[in-house]
């Protein structure tokens, strides 16, 4: 039979594997982080770049979901596809023009902040905006008016 490990063996074994767990999980959470973060900046560039066609997918979606669970008749599948379209293609120009207000709301904020720094702290202020803009795959059109 086996003799029972000595108790700092024991620890020994636990430390190891409790080790093994926080290091197990510090590497989760790093990968983790790294494919949300690929995942959000992959998504916020497309946005920001107006690519993609999410709205398209999701009108196909529908679409295809209505003419089946409804069992549309052709006519009415027709009709039914211009109307999506049609909101569709409204859509598209709203998040258009809302993209650009969101972006004139955004620098007239940066502006106005950057206004109430020292000249030391606006520096500090573009620096950090810079990076979290493109940490999430943005333009970082950051420069004020000589009004600051």
């Keep these: 039979m086996n003799a029972p490990a000595p108790a700092a063996a024991r620890w020994k074994i636990w430390a190891a594997a409790a080790a093994l767990f926080v290091a197990g999980l510090g590497v989760g959470a790093v990968l983790t982080g790294a494919v949300v973060g690929r ?18 997918r999701g009108a196909d979606r529908l679409h295809a979901r209505l003419v089946k669970e409804l069992d549309l008749a052709p006519d009415q599948a027709i009709g039914v596809r211009r109307s999506i379209d049609a909101s569709t293609s409204r859509l598209k120009t709203l998040r258009n ?9 955004t620098r007239e904020g940066f502006v106005d902040i950057a206004r109430q720094l020292t000249p030391a702290q ?3 202020f573009r620096r950090q905006a810079r990076e979290k803009l493109d940490r999430l795959g943005l333009p970082a059109d950051l420069e004020t008016t000589s009004e600051e």
């Design 39 to 56: 995942i959000v900046r992959k998504t916020l560039a497309t946005a920001a770049t107006g690519q993609g066609a999410l709205l398209e």
């Design 97 to 105: 023009e809302s993209r650009e207000e969101v972006r004139r709301i």
């Design 122 to 124: 606006r520096a500090e």
